[in-house]
């Protein structure tokens, strides 16, 4: 007759065994487990309680000091009950306002929002060193600005919002509700924006075609971006399909979301209440809440130091008012030029010749001026390509001249276009890196400061002010926004000699 013994008679009698000078060794052999357990077990019997002290205990230990006080955990609930819409991040940096000492870590007040289900345990889909960070070295340098939707009012009308922040600083310069995001609203809200803050150097958007013709059927430039020339703005577009390259104005479609349109949702009865209730937030987002990666600081405190910008140029399309003083571009000297559209290829075609602008520009409407035996193609305003003019046989004899060849022609030397550039260090074989690709200068420049800066479709290298290459672009546009965080910056190294080797048949003068 087989008996069931309890776990702690088992022990007792291993425990007697080994009392009665059974071998340890043979004792935790017969008893299927490891010697060091069996002289557990006689330490614990030794001592006082007997049989009570071979039973189970737990494992969980006496104290733990690094568990975060209870008084502590329950702030941490109350702030997140009280706004859902902050993180372990914005947690903790209210608890260091408050006073608390000493602080939990991030991590620990994340397991704390978990305890409680009021966060979702989900794994992140990216890494965070999957994102790479760009930003501007300085306030009115530059301005993101999107449109954001699914907005309702309490009878069920959508509203669309106008948004705009400056990349340095975060600092919101635009919220304004609009019922339609056609061209006229959103290019209000633009000259609003401009009046209250000043004019930026810069303004970064996607191509949507309230901002650009650039897939759009019309045969020239959208009001954006004739508000942007009359206001000496550059305009610059994201690659299509890479919303990450405006990722401060989603980020901040997020917030605003999570803080005003959600809490608000179909609580306003008028666009004008919702518009009051937004400017109210909007207020507080750029004076009182604290920015991640402002270091807890709010937007204000680094958008003012950029002080007032530029006057906004209070123009209708097609006027003739004063425009502000500035400096005139190379299209405003040059003589009227002819249209032409850029096909499949990157071509267009002048006087029974082709010349390629490049596929950046293909279906493109551009303009092309021919002075002085060099055919210039412009696209909005900017020269893209430059070739030698090339003339058919008749009209040689007609003219009484020479075919013009690229040696004959003397080398005209242009200042290099107004707009963002970076300084970079040429190697031994003057070969500059911009954007991680190689762009040649040439040996007579090798060691030599290089200004880079992005022309429309081209890589534009100068010196002292003077245009010495221009390149088409071979660089991952992604990356471009990157290159540009130190505007005219000193270069903080040489480029590599092996990337000249790279690079040995890359572009084409200018």
């Known amino acids: 007759m087989l008996v069931e013994l309890a776990v702690v008679e088992q022990r007792y009698q291993a425990v007697r065994e080994v009392l009665d000078g059974a071998p340890v060794t043979v004792v935790a052999r017969r008893f299927g487990v490891a010697r060091q357990t069996v002289h557990e077990w006689l330490r614990r019997y030794a001592a006082d309680g007997g049989l009570a002290n071979l039973a189970d205990r737990s494992s969980r230990p006496r104290s733990c000091p690094h568990q975060m006080p209870a008084v502590i955990e329950a702030r941490i609930v109350a702030a997140r009950i009280a706004h859902p819409a902050w993180g372990p991040d914005t947690i903790l940096w209210q608890l260091g306002q408050d006073g608390v000492t000493p602080l939990p870590g991030r991590s620990a007040v994340y397991r704390a929002l978990l305890r409680h289900e009021l966060v979702a345990g989900v794994r992140r889909k990216r890494r965070r060193s999957d994102y790479r960070r760009w930003e501007r070295g300085r306030a009115m340098e530059l301005w993101q600005m999107d449109i954001v939707g699914r907005i309702f009012l309490a009878d069920g009308t959508e509203l669309h919002a106008v948004t705009g922040v400056d990349d340095h600083s975060r600092f919101c310069v635009s919220a304004k509700l609009v019922l339609r995001a056609t061209a006229r609203p959103v290019c ?61 104005i989603e980020r901040f479609h997020k917030t605003m979301r999570a803080e005003w349109v959600r809490p608000h949702e ?207 672009i071979r660089h991952d546009r992604a990356r471009e926004l990157g290159a540009f965080a130190n505007p005219k910056g000193r270069p903080h190294r040489s480029n590599a000699a092996a990337v000249s080797a790279v690079s040995s048949g890359g572009g084409q003068g200018a």
């Not at 209250?196 to 191509?207: F, K, M, Q």
């Not at 140029?313 to 425009?323: C, D, F, I």
């Not at 007579?444 to 800066?453: E, K, R, T, Y």
């Open 188 to 248: 209000d809200a633009l000259a609003a924006a401009m009046r209250r803050h000043g004019v930026p150097e810069g303004i970064l958007t996607d191509n949507g075609k309230v901002f650009t013709a650039r897939f759009g059927r019309g045969p020239g430039p959208v009001l954006f971006d004739r508000i942007c020339t009359e206001n000496g703005v550059r305009h610059l577009l994201t690659a299509p399909r890479s919303p990450t390259t405006t990722g401060k």
């Open 266 to 472: 179909r609580e306003f009865a008028t666009i004008a209440e919702a518009q009051a209730s937004l400017d109210a937030w909007v207020v507080e987002y750029n004076t009182v809440r604290p920015h991640q990666s402002l270091g807890g600081r709010p937007p204000a405190e680094r958008f003012a130091l950029a002080g007032k910008g530029l006057a906004a140029v209070e123009q209708a399309p097609g006027s003739s008012s004063e425009r502000p003083a500035r400096k005139p571009t190379q299209a405003a000297r040059r003589p009227t030029g002819v249209s032409r559209w850029v096909d499949q290829r990157g071509l267009i075609s002048l006087a029974g010749f082709t010349y390629r602008a490049g596929p950046t520009f293909a279906g493109e409407h551009v303009e092309v001026v021919v002075t002085g035996g060099l055919v210039e193609i412009l696209h909005n305003g900017v020269l893209v390509a430059t070739h030698v003019q090339r003339i058919k046989d008749d009209q040689r004899d007609r003219l009484g001249q020479a075919v013009l060849t690229r040696a004959q022609l003397p080398r005209r030397v242009r200042e290099p276009t107004e707009g963002l550039s970076v300084t970079r260090k040429a190697d031994s074989s003057g070969t500059v890196c911009f954007a991680g690709t190689p762009y040649r200068a040439g040996r007579g420049w090798a060691h030599a400061s290089i200004d880079v800066a992005i022309v429309a479709g081209s890589v534009q290298l100068s010196v002292d002010d003077q245009v010495i290459r221009v390149h088409p």
